[in-house]
């Protein structure tokens, strides 16, 4: 095998070359890489430089790339090239997609069938850069043509005498995805529940005793809805804002600013201002979004019922008419981040009366009775439920509208400080999610320092006098309370990643992060959360990403870029305690301006909006003549310049300067 013999020689020879600080391939030179993953020595391409010192690779045998450090690259000999590449880039003849792009069911369809598979390959066309190929597999009889499964399917359209369509320029979303939704309507239902049943719960958002939601423990739903957010994130990521028009009940993709993802929702109301006001289905939050903050959800989204289910405790009312926030607190504190034992009670088409129960401490605790015996509620002789209809929940029964009150053990529970628009700070990056959620922490000092000193006390004093909480788990994004490892003492946190005995933190006033066992964080009370965190939300402005699966690929060069390094933020907007940025960072090359970067590699492109552009042209105007008058005096300066240069003995150069300043 000429490719086995191909790895055994450039193993053998980048074994002897010493490493080398100074090679700095160009962008499209041939390489030998050394993989992450496995540590052997390959064939690769330089993409794009990712920093000073890193890469973006192709592996020119195979087909994947990745980010390295130019210590993993040395260079190539010729007799390491002779062998072509083998990883030939294709695109499918014959087809283009039917609704304008290839949507994640197609993708699916096509890996099951040609995916660890012997495949014909024919060869149609060449293209600029790819082989138009036609493909089938004739391990079974019928034989299957590829193109033609895709068209059976729906997911694609005979494309006759036309080459098909590139993938990087693939047309994007189009009036038929509305038609085609209209023409078979969506269903969708609830995950059912019977009265009587016993389930483990948590409890994902919480607005009072008599309005919250759980998430129900059983099978690997959790890991199921995990699944199918990272697929509709790709989804979304690579379709561009269509005319897709909200109606009142109806299901979609929406944006949720607060961690700069994508989940289905519902169109609870559309608002005079036009925008929409929208229920995460699978979490329980409200919250209102923008037009271009919404998507058409393809039905394989919904096959998995919406987890998100609306519970209220039972046997228990308010003690005047509305929940205390003593009340809300305390019922905070008993429920956060820990898994609970619900038994169904009643079932209505608001929801769900439970009863909740705490096995995690040495005995069972009745949620309802802590709150009955701390006079915080009470207690009532019949179900509290508006409506008495017994029966399993599906299809649209929990379409109810949240009361607005304050959640609590969410992410809209905290907020940081808000920067001015317009404003340019120097801060230093901490932490990036993605593209439209990475925190950071401006250079200049807090206005609130002394009153940071007093909340490190008062933390100091809460903490210690809670009772372990070994059964608290809190999930990413919540704020908590976590022990430094430093000095030992309590500050303030987010939440950015779990597992099953670790947290990793984030100091939500000074900028720390580090991996914590569960047993140095806390439940956080609300008191606490009332001084702003000094961190700041960020959103690169006006960037989207062209293609959902190089959305690592994206973070990891933002991370190679700025991650951990003091850059310079100018505030253009402020929409929900999210900082929409522009970022930009100087190298010895000069200042880079961090989105740009990313559209100059192709990953992703500016979305101005056509207020922000029509903002543009208005300051252009207004700015054109006077930018008019500068340019024509910069323009005399360089002749005068470039005449004193090419004329330093002339003993006439003042009568010619002065002509040209006349002129």
């Given amino acids: 095998d000429k490719l086995a013999e191909l790895q055994a020689s450039l193993s053998e020879y980048c074994g002897q070359v010493s490493p080398r600080s100074d090679f700095y391939p160009t962008i499209g030179d041939i390489c030998c890489a050394q993989f992450s993953e496995d540590d052997q020595w390959y064939r690769a391409s330089v993409l794009a430089y990712a920093s000073e010192q890193s890469v973006l690779v192709g592996y020119v045998d195979y087909g994947n ?18 062998l072509p590449m083998q990883a030939i880039k294709c695109v499918l003849a014959g087809v283009k997609p039917s609704l304008g792009i290839w949507t994640p069911e197609a993708i699916s369809l096509m890996k099951k069938i040609v995916q660890n598979k012997m495949i014909t390959v024919k060869v149609a066309d060449k293209l600029e850069n790819s082989s138009l190929v036609e493909l089938v597999d004739e391990s079974v009889t019928p034989h299957v043509s590829i193109a033609q499964a895709l068209r059976d399917a729906g997911f694609a359209v005979r494309e006759a005498g036309v080459l098909a369509e590139k993938p990087s320029v693939a047309k994007e979303a189009s009036v038929a995805l509305g038609i085609e939704a209209k023409l078979n309507p969506l269903e969708w239902t609830w995950v059912e529940m019977v009265v009587d049943q016993t389930v483990d719960v948590v409890v994902c958002m919480m607005y009072s005793p008599g309005e919250f939601y759980c998430h129900v423990l059983q099978e690997d739903a959790l890991k199921k809805l995990d699944d199918l957010n990272k697929s509709l994130a790709e989804y979304c990521q690579q379709k561009v804002p269509s005319d897709f028009k909200a109606e009142v009940g109806q299901p979609c993709c929406a944006f949720f600013a607060g961690d700069g993802n994508w989940y289905r929702a519902l169109v609870k109301e559309i608002l005079p201002d036009e925008n929409i006001k929208v229920h995460f289905v699978d979490y329980g939050n409200m919250e209102e979004v923008t037009a271009d903050e919404l998507r058409m959800i393809p039905s394989n989204f919904l096959k998995l019922p919406f987890q998100g289910i609306r519970c209220w405790l039972v046997d228990i009312q308010p003690r005047n008419k509305h929940w205390t926030e003593e009340a809300i607190a305390r019922f905070q504190t008993c429920i956060a981040g820990i898994k609970l034992q619900a038994r169904v009670v009643e079932i209505t088409g608001q929801g769900v009366g439970i009863e909740l129960t705490d096995l995690s401490t040495t005995y069972p605790r009745i949620i309802s009775d802590v709150l009955i015996d701390e006079h915080l509620v009470l207690k009532t002789s019949s179900p509290c439920g508006d ?32 920067l001015p628009v317009n404003k340019t700070v120097q801060a230093t990056i901490l932490e990036i999610i993605n593209p439209h959620l990475f925190y950071a922490l401006p250079n200049e000092m807090p206005e609130d320092q002394e009153r940071l000193c007093i909340l490190t006390a008062e933390l100091l004093e809460y903490c210690n006098t809670q009772k372990s909480r070994v059964s608290y788990r809190p999930k990413i994004g919540d704020a908590c309370c976590a022990k430094y490892t430093s000095d030992d003492f309590w500050y303030r946190a987010i939440v950015l990643g779990t597992s099953d005995a670790d947290v990793k933190v984030l100091y939500a006033d000074y900028g720390n992060t580090e991996t914590l066992p569960l047993s140095r964080v806390q439940p956080i009370s609300s008191s606490h959360l009332e001084l702003p965190f000094q961190i700041i939300k960020c959103s690169l402005e006006g960037l989207m990403e062209l293609n959902g699966s190089c959305s690592q690929l994206v973070v990891e060069l933002l991370k190679n870029l700025i991650l951990n390094q003091s850059v310079m933020l100018s505030v253009k907007g402020v929409i929900k305690n999210l900082h929409t940025v522009s970022v930009e960072k100087c190298s010895e090359n000069g200042t880079i301006n961090v989105a740009e970067k990313l559209v100059t590699y192709g990953l992703a492109k500016n979305i101005t ?47 010619e300067m002065k002509k040209l300043l006349k002129s």
């Fill in 387 to 418: 409506l008495t209809n017994n029966r399993a929940i599906s299809k649209c029964d929990l379409q109810v509208d949240i009361l607005g009150l304050q959640a609590i053990s969410s992410p809209e529970q905290w907020r940081t400080i808000e």
């Fill in 609 to 655: 909006s056509k207020k922000q552009s029509a903002l543009s042209t208005e300051k252009t105007c207004r700015m054109n003549c006077c930018c008019t008058e500068l340019q024509k005096q910069v323009e005399k300066h360089e002749q005068i310049l470039l005449f004193l240069l090419n004329n330093p003995t002339n003993q006439n150069k003042f009568i």
């Fill in 65 to 82: 790339f990745e980010i390295l450090s130019l210590t993993r690259l040395c260079p190539i000999t010729p007799k390491l090239l002779e």
